[in-house]
T-cell receptor, first 114, second 114 residues
Framework: EPEVTQTPSHQVTQMGQEVILRCVPI?????FYWYRQILGQKVEFLVS????????KSEIFDDQFSVERPDGSNFTLKIRSTKLEDSAMYFC????????????FGPGTRLTVT | AQSVSQHNHHVILSEAASLELGCNYS??????LFWYVQYPGQHLQLLLK??????LVKGIKGFEAEFIKSKFSFNLRKPSVQWSDTAEYFC????????????FGTGTKLQVIP
């Protein structure tokens, strides 16, 4: 069964550094998402992306965040200048079914900002 | 905007006990409903989903959930839990049709005592 993959599984970075989290969505999917889960809290929506544009973003997704689909397979989340509070698990998801919109989640990248 | 409430934050059961986790959502339109499970140290896995049709849906590992539209509820049930069911359970919802974001509840931690 096809699945969403994410790299790296764990990223440790210093405050103020830029990080790029990578995702490979399921190959025939067209809609992509990033969510995050701060330790002990619920999963929160960050951004959705379709046709090389952001479709929707949450209040969390400020100017420090950006997303990109640099080629036909990868979908990236960039944080320009990380803060301690960016430490979280970041999940990528994709869907190809507009009617049902079942989103398939990747295994996540644990980002630790020190 | 849609929201999801999970009433039980932490549930402790003995093996073979029956389980029911409450979930209520808030949204006036047609929704898709999901239950995800997150085992310790692992990523989100889809337990079951409701899009339309029979309001009683069966998922993996013996779980089922019932959609009661009049109560805006989608409670998760299992007749007999096992120690391996120890995990965090998230109820989630998105608007039907289109590529809408998923909104998650705060999660219920289930601890099953052998």
């Amino acid at each position: 069964e096809p699945e969403v993959t994410q790299t790296p599984s764990h990223q440790v970075t210093q405050m103020g550094q830029e990080v790029i989290l990578r995702c490979v969505p399921i190959s025939n999917h067209l809609y992509f998402y990033w969510y995050r889960q701060i330790l002990g809290q619920k999963v929160e929506f960050l951004v959705s992306f379709y046709n090389n544009e952001i479709s929707e973003k949450s209040e969390i997704f400020d100017d420090q965040f950006s997303v990109e689909r640099p080629d036909g397979s990868n979908f990236t989340l960039k944080i320009r200048s990380t803060k301690l509070e960016d430490s979280a698990m970041y999940f990528c998801a994709s869907t190809g079914d507009k009617k049902k919109n079942e989103q398939y989640f990747g295994p996540g990248t644990r980002l630790t900002v020190t | 905007a849609q929201s999801v409430s999970q009433h039980n934050h932490h549930v402790i059961l003995s093996e073979a006990a029956s389980l029911e986790l409450g979930c209520n959502y808030s949204y006036g339109g047609t929704v898709n409903l999901f239950w995800y499970v997150q085992y310790p140290g692992q990523h989100l896995q889809l337990l079951l989903k409701y899009f339309s049709g029979d309001p009683l849906v069966k998922g993996i590992k013996g779980f089922e959930a019932e959609f009661i539209k009049s109560k805006f509820s989608f409670n998760l049930r299992k007749p007999s839990v096992q120690w391996s069911d120890t995990a965090e359970y998230f109820c989630a919802v998105n608007k039907a049709g289109g590529y809408q974001k998923v909104t998650f509840g705060t999660g219920t931690k289930l601890q099953v005592i052998p």
